[in-house]
């Protein structure tokens, strides 16, 4: 199961993360550094030309070493252009739960070197920087931004206590940056042995990370180029320059197989002594199987059978005090597990593993890289990056990848992060790398079928059934598991509102299965279209694509910086019925197309029945990452695309059909 669903109940080898000294009292002084002259005459950045603003300092200081981890940022920025007053409204991403941002400050320094201090009003919104690309954020704009001003502001990152999180120092930004500064404290325990090292990716000319005899980690960087957000990019930690840190709770071997040797062995002695409950196991296979059963038919019983159990991963977190009434001891083993009914997603999926290993198949449990917000690579040596647990049975000749863990996750079929993507198959020499499955665009499908009357006055008035399947299922019922019945009512139809390219009405009818993991996801609306026909003169203009916002305005840029990175394959297919009005008819309709590429597929049909329309179109992204040499020919495929969506259907409204 991925890390952000499980994050909150640590494995046997995350606990040994916890720790407990008393933070020191440390922070960023109040005052900002003073402005230099130069700062304020400055009117462009020779490297990097064109630029609407530029972050001329920024300053990163965290420190591990303490019962809750924080880190200080400042960041000072030169407004060049017009276009470059907009980051004067400021954004800091947020993750809940995990990490909060407090004692913001801010300040806006005008041309003529005068200051207009902000009174920060700080706001918490969800922000879509690009298709596939959202994050929460806290965000606050400063007064009085113009052209030559400078903004500057400083802010706290304050982590969960008893945690320490993933370190790093992230160099890129959106902007270039002139100069850049940064500092770890690390942790380091009074009775323990911890080790850190830091590996980087793309550091400028110059940079490289540096202990002091305070044990201290620094580094200066300077000329930082800026990132570029696109339309489906992999994630940020990818594509930009950084230094990642890692903490080890022993001294391990340096060479990648030794360590994860050596690793291994460890989680398999680990995940050994909670599942090694034989006799208990096979006691509960035989209260869900029946002998007779066909195997593949117990691997789904016993798959239910776990889906069942109490899931406490997807609950609202209880208050400490919660806690401590209940007394509870954590789970042993899958044994306790079993009879106390409930667990998290990370222990159901391990009962998972000892139940089918107790109805005799081959079964390996296996720790994999969730590829949300990383590629993993085995030779940076990153424990922490095998960070969700999945379970391997080979039967029959092929591999079977489940994470019952998960909450919804159809049976045969593993998040989206898990997919994909290198794993640890361990035993008792250590494991074997794996890589998990990738399942096909036709496995995760959004089908719309649409039943329409088209009115004299152009509008479209009817029926629309969307049923979402496999992974387009599962992630819409895990988006509003906390929702009550209205927020569920409305993220369908503002969901379905999206796709279609004009304002529309929509209001759902029935009410959708919630709850299930293996049936499709079936929404069924009411909608109406205002003007989706227009006037031509005597004939009128009827556009082929209904629900076609989705691709509408993707890929339209003519250059590509990063890879072109889809979560998992899926599928569009739309069927759709438009009647005519009484004594409307027909002029002509457009040519078909089929374009059934290797990545993406497009096909569309019209059909005209006895004056009653059918339009069916089928859209399919079947791929995971893609190199940007590949870009143009991506781009012009979505331009055939748009094309086809775009062309109209001609019609001969009542009164001309009948002069005609």
Not at 311 to 332: A, D, G, H
Not at 443 to 460: H, I, V, Y
Request: glycine residues 6%; contains cysteine; proline residues 6%.
């Amino acid at each position: 199961m991925a890390l952000l669903s499980k994050f909150a109940h640590l494995s046997l080898w995350t606990a040994l993360l916890f720790f407990a000294l008393l933070r020191p009292n440390v922070g960023r002084a109040q005052g900002f550094p003073p402005i230099t002259p130069d700062e304020l005459k400055m009117t462009s950045e020779p490297q990097a030309p064109g630029a609407a603003a530029v972050i001329l300092f920024r300053e990163v200081d965290r420190d591990d070493n303490g019962t809750t981890t924080h880190e200080d940022n400042y960041v000072r920025i030169k407004i060049l252009t017009e276009e470059g007053r907009k980051y004067g409204d400021v954004e800091i991403p947020v993750v809940k739960g995990f990490y909060d941002v407090v004692h913001i400050r801010a300040r806006t320094i005008k041309p003529d070197g005068s200051l207009a201090e902000s009174d920060v009003k700080v706001f918490e919104k969800t922000i879509e920087k690009a298709k596939g690309f959202r994050y929460l954020a806290k965000t606050f704009s400063l007064p009085n931004v113009e052209v030559g001003s400078i903004i500057e502001y400083s802010f706290s990152y304050d982590f969960s206590e008893h945690w320490i999180y993933d370190s790093s120092w992230m160099l890129s930004d959106e902007l270039f940056t002139r100069y850049a500064r940064f500092s770890l404290k690390p942790y380091s325990p009074r009775y323990a042995i911890w080790n850190v090292r830091w590996i980087w990716r793309a550091l400028p000319p110059g940079a490289e990370p540096k202990e002091g005899p305070d044990h201290i980690i620094r580094m200066e960087a300077r000329n930082i180029p800026a990132y570029q957000i696109e339309d489906f990019m992999p994630p940020l930690t990818e594509t930009r320059a950084r230094v990642n840190f890692i903490y080890e709770d022993e001294i391990l071997e340096t060479k990648p197989d030794e360590y994860w040797r050596h690793v291994g062995k460890k989680l398999n002695g680990q995940l050994e002594s909670f599942i090694d409950k034989r006799k208990a196991m096979e006691e509960a296979v035989g209260q869900i199987v029946s002998p007779g059963d066909a195997p593949e038919v117990k691997l789904r019983k016993i798959y239910d059978r776990v889906q069942t159990l109490r899931n406490t991963s997807y609950e609202v977190r209880k208050t400490e005090e919660e806690l401590k009434r209940e007394k509870e001891k954590p789970v042993q083993n899958v044994e306790e597990l079993w009879k106390r009914g409930y667990g998290d997603g990370q222990q159901l999926t391990w009962l998972y593993l000892a139940l089918v290993r107790a109805a005799g198949f081959d079964a390996c449990g296996a720790w994999v890289s969730s590829r949300s917000e990383y590629f993993f690579a085995p030779n940076a040596m990153e424990r922490r990056k095998l960070n969700a647990n999945v379970v391997l049975v080979k039967l029959n000749g092929k591999e079977l990848y489940f994470d019952p863990g998960a909450a919804f996750t159809p049976y045969g079929m593993l998040e989206w992060t898990e997919t994909a993507t290198p794993g640890l198959c361990l035993n008792k020499d250590g494991g074997t790398w794996i890589k998990t499955s990738l399942p096909e665009a036709s496995e995760s499908q959004m089908q719309r079928t649409a039943k329409f009357k088209l009115t004299d006055d152009g509008n479209l008035t009817g029926k629309v059934t969307v049923t979402y399947t496999g992974l387009q299922a599962m992630y819409h019922r895990r988006r509003v598991l906390f929702e009550d019945d209205v927020a569920r009512k409305k993220s369908l139809e503002e969901r379905l509102k999206d796709q279609i390219p004009v304002a529309a009405d929509v209001e759902l009818t029935n009410k959708p299965d919630w709850s299930s993991s293996e049936t499709p996801l079936v929404a069924e609306f009411d909608v109406t279209i205002p003007g989706w026909a227009s006037n031509a003169g005597k004939r009128a203009l009827l556009p082929v694509g209904v629900f076609t916002a989705g691709e509408r305005n993707t890929f339209e840029h003519a250059s590509r910086v990063n890879p072109i990175y889809v979560d998992y394959p899926y599928t569009k297919s739309d069927e759709v019925t438009i009647e005519l009005p009484s004594g409307w008819k027909v002029d002509s309709v457009p040519t078909g197309q089929s374009n059934e590429g290797h990545v993406v597929g497009y096909t569309l049909q019209v059909e005209n029945d006895h004056n009653t329309l059918h339009v069916k179109r089928k859209f399919s992204m079947d791929f995971l990452l893609l190199e940007p040499k590949y870009y143009g020919p991506l781009r012009s495929f979505f331009q055939t695309i748009r094309t086809g969506d775009d062309a109209q259907i001609v019609l001969l409204p009542g009164a001309t059909a009948a002069a005609n």
